[in-house]
């Protein structure tokens, strides 16, 4: 009997120690707002689909890209997805497209636009069902072929996002490896699934490992992490997570100094299973980076920050941004 009661004596003080330690994790203060070094003025947006989509007035998308400029925004991912079944792109107006990369060689010359492509995988279905399906050859072929034309249009790159894509999936890498020498010269770019030690059998596609995100690092340019729909329902435990991220990204690549890795900033205000809009905002996310961020030297392959995304940035969110991340007190 005197054994039994030990027994349940250390098991009940490790449950009484483990409560505490996720106490402490979910709710003691995590992270500063103290000067920092961590801006080089390289950050991303995710643009929304009507600036390739309908014409639109040189002077509003003058006000567009010196807005952007302005704020330190160095990349901007234009939506123009998703791939339909046959790996084709949706309807989208290309007067508007050449004059929307004219503009912006003219206001901002600095900036690199690269349009935002990929979409759902068959099998899935979010809003509407999956279309990408990345055991399909034939598919991956045109999506390829799509993606040159985009590029013979004069962008400085690709942006691909295709989700939900499991740990460790071949066929996304070998549709990297094609884009890779389809667009020569120009950027691959990734939106990169969030980074995990492990990725769990019942839900492979909700962290990708280190060894995944080298092997996507042979082929990509830039890794944009989603550190966002972590589900975790404290503004410490979320802040913790992407200081985590963006921790594990800057050791993780460096060993390269090619691939660069931006982090992802949610801008959005919905509130549901995954994500809740007191928890993950952009305050605790660029807390969280620059956390992470802190007393590490990563070969230079920390680059920025990227909104997720233009249309939900509030005048108020600009004004985090501007404190937290690029150390400006906006009047």
Known sequence: MRVVRAVFRAVALLAVAAVAACAYLAFVPY???????????????????????????????????????????????????????????????????????????????????????????????????????????????R?????????????????????????????????????RTAIGGGILSVSATRPGPFAPAFAPNFFWTADYYARLADSADQLVVMTYDTALFTPMLYRRYVAYAAGFMNSTLARTSRTRVLVGIPTYKETGLMHRKGVETPENALLGVVAGLR?????????????????????????????????????
Request: aromatic share 10%; glycine share 10%.
């Open 143 to 179: 999506i390829v072929a799509e993606c040159r034309g985009l590029m013979d249009e004069g962008f400085d790159g690709i942006h691909v996002n295709v989700e939900p894509v499991p740990n460790g999936d071949d066929d996304f890498i070998a549709l990297l490896r094609a884009l």
């Open 295 to 331: 007393g590490r030297t990563g070969g230079g392959t920390f680059e920025g920050v990227a909104l997720y995304a233009e249309w939900t940035t509030d005048p108020e969110d600009w004004e985090v941004y501007e404190r937290v991340w690029r150390g400006h007190t906006v009047p």
């Open 31 to 141: 992270g500063d707002a103290a000067p920092h070094p961590f801006n080089q003025n390289r950050n991303a947006i995710w643009l929304e689909h009507r600036w390739l989509e309908k014409a639109h007035s040189a002077e509003e998308m003058e006000q567009m890209f010196r807005f952007l400029d302005h704020h330190g925004i160095v990349y901007a991912y234009p939506h123009l997805i998703p791939f339909d079944g046959a790996g084709r792109l949706p309807l989208h107006d290309r007067e508007q497209m050449r004059a929307l990369l004219a503009t912006a060689r003219r206001v901002a010359p600095d900036m690199k636009v690269l349009p935002w492509v990929g979409g759902l995988r068959v099998g899935y279905k979010r809003s509407r069902p999956g279309t990408v399906d990345l055991g399909d050859l034939g598919q991956r072929q």
